[in-house]
Nanobody
Framework: QVQLVESGGGLVQAGGSLRLSCAVS????????MGWFRQAPGKERDIVAT????????YYADSVEGRFTISRDNAKDTVYLQMNSLKPEDTAVYYC??????????????????WGQGTQVTVSS
């Protein structure tokens, strides 16, 4: 059984930083593309960033490009999202997701097989 557990969310002032972590249990991590999504109240769950199984390829939403960095440690079965220069509009619940047996980055929510429970990020102005 695959489980994803996010941590690292919280309350931060605009301009600050947070680092999210997602620990994955099960044997799927090293062969999975990993993604971070976010969902603000009343809005769709949108892609933030995704990284392929090797870590050599990544994708960022335009709204976070240059501020957020996705990375992974296959030895620790963990994916990270470093968030810098945070803005109030980054406030959302952030979800980690795994798309198993994928070689490339995956931006479509429908292609992800497993999801974490989410962690709240609140950026105050």
């Amino acid at each position: 059984q695959v489980q994803l557990v996010e941590s690292g969310g919280g309350l931060v002032q605009a301009g600050g930083s947070l680092r999210l972590s997602c620990a994955v249990s099960g044997r799927t991590f090293s062969s999975s593309t990993m993604g971070w999504f976010r969902q603000a109240p009343g809005k769709e769950r949108d892609i933030v960033a995704t990284i392929n199984w090797s870590g050599r390829s990544s994708y960022y939403a335009d709204s976070v490009e240059g501020r957020f960095t996705i990375s992974r440690d296959n030895a620790k079965d963990t994916v990270y999202l470093q968030m810098n220069s945070l803005k109030p509009e980054d406030t959302a619940v952030y979800y980690c997701a795994a798309a198993s047996r994928q070689l490339n980055v995956v931006t479509s929510r429908a292609r992800y097989d497993y999801w974490g429970q989410g962690t709240q990020v609140t950026v105050s102005s």
